[in-house]
């Protein structure tokens, strides 16, 4: 295959891989993502990686399975899974499920294909409310509903893609190739990040509004992440991209599409209270 063909077919694979994974909801989302992986794939061998993750956690005798903890986390996902369907319609056939872990970690997530997994140390010690919760949840859940991690794992062919490229043209010259790898690495990887989380922040946002929950929350733990990481290394959950101040700033800017969400939202229970027994 000529150089110019290979070229060409592969310019033709990264445009015929760019779509919109969600529709814009009211926080407006529309980026056009670029996708080479398969959905299929991507699921599947997260679905491999989450079921190693709650294998493990039991052999450690962590993995929470019901409870007051569990049963609230419970409550909370059966109120936001249904409200992804504003986003995209595929989710009603997607396998949810929810692994509490009882380890001190500051941190949530959720896999491709709706594997929620949430820690009792971000719990505990930011002392979350149910607001608080939804937010996180739905941060996570928002990243599933996007694709992120399937957008990462194309990212990172396209990458390859660049290097074969940049092998075929430069011949027996090696500097071209670390260019390639520069190139994409700078202008592909890295702005994401940053793209990704301000998505989940906003589509996260929609979803705890229309689950019925205060998306002050969001506002709120936040400020309780700073303030625990304060001369801290950061939590894995904290992202630095973009920082914790520039979200309260991006999430405050958003309260006006949500707040007539929230206030015609059916709201949930009011949390039971613990036990004298």
Request: overall charge neutral; charged content about 20%.
């Amino acid at each position: 295959m000529s150089i110019r063909i290979y070229w060409v077919l592969a310019l033709v694979t990264l445009l015929s891989a760019c779509a919109s994974t969600t529709r814009p909801g009211a926080v407006g989302i529309s980026r056009s993502q670029f996708m080479m992986a398969s959905t299929e794939d991507v699921n599947r061998l997260s679905a491999a990686s989450y079921s190693e993750q709650n294998q493990k956690a039991k052999e450690k005798n962590i993995l929470v399975t019901s409870g007051p903890t569990y049963d609230r986390l419970k409550l909370i996902a059966n109120r936001l899974i249904p409200q992804t369907e504003v986003f995209r319609d595929d989710t009603r056939q997607w396998d949810w499920q929810l692994t509490l872990i009882n380890a001190p970690t500051l941190n949530a997530t959720c896999a491709p294909g709706g594997k929620i997994t949430f820690y009792t140390g971000i719990i505990e010690q930011l002392n979350l409310n149910d607001d608080e919760i939804a937010a996180i949840m739905g941060h996570e859940i928002a990243h599933a509903l996007r694709e992120h991690g399937r957008e990462r794992v194309s990212q990172a062919a396209a990458q390859n893609v660049l290097v074969n490229i940049a092998t075929a043209l430069a011949g027996p010259y090696g500097s071209a190739v670390s260019a390639a790898n520069q190139v994409a690495h700078y202008a592909i990887v890295l702005p994401n990040s940053r793209e990704n989380e301000s998505e989940a922040d906003a589509i996260g946002l929609e979803l705890a509004a229309r689950a019925g929950y205060n998306p002050m929350g969001a506002i709120s733990v936040w400020q309780k992440m700073l303030k625990a990481t304060k001369d801290k290394n950061s939590p894995e959950f904290l992202s630095t991209h973009p920082s914790g101040e520039t979200r309260i700033e991006q999430l405050t800017a958003l309260m006006p599409a949500v707040e007539p969400i929230y206030k015609a939202a059916p709201k949930p229970p009011p949390p039971k209270k613990p036990s004298k027994d």
